[in-house]
């Protein structure tokens, strides 16, 4: 079992850019398939991006060329760079670990606004 915790997040003009963080306590973080997935007010959570266990990976149309998912596995820690972001980009985000089993962190705001 993991348990997953997610920082970085914040209030951010349009344009301006941050990194969330998501650190896994437990065993086998290397073996899990990471994700980011976000829910804004009234909506589904969505798929923003994943990374597999060999380092592939594959993002949301809406976020590609602006986001970054990244991990490392020696610190246990999976990351989403977010550059040039939008008030559409305003949402709660989570970390997701997968390995048959989904795992969840209790989530970051993130507030794009002027």
């Known amino acids: 079992q993991v348990q997953l915790v997610e920082s970085g997040g914040g209030l951010v003009q349009p344009g301006g850019s941050l990194r969330l963080s998501c650190v896994a306590s437990?065993?086998?973080?290397?073996?899990?398939?990471m994700g980011w997935y976000r829910q804004a007010p009234g909506k589904q959570r969505v798929l923003v991006a994943r990374?597999?266990?060999?380092?592939?990976?594959n993002y949301a149309d809406s976020v590609k060329e602006r986001f970054t998912i990244s991990r490392d596995n020696t610190k246990n820690t999976l990351y989403l760079q977010m550059n040039s972001l939008r008030p559409e980009d305003t949402a709660v985000y989570f970390c997701?670990?997968?390995?048959?089993?989904?795992?969840w962190g209790q989530g970051t705001q993130v507030t794009v606004s002027s």
């Open positions: 437990g065993s086998g973080f290397s073996r899990y398939n």
């Open positions: 990374i597999t266990r060999t380092a592939g990976t």
């Open positions: 997701n670990a997968f390995n048959g089993i989904n795992f």
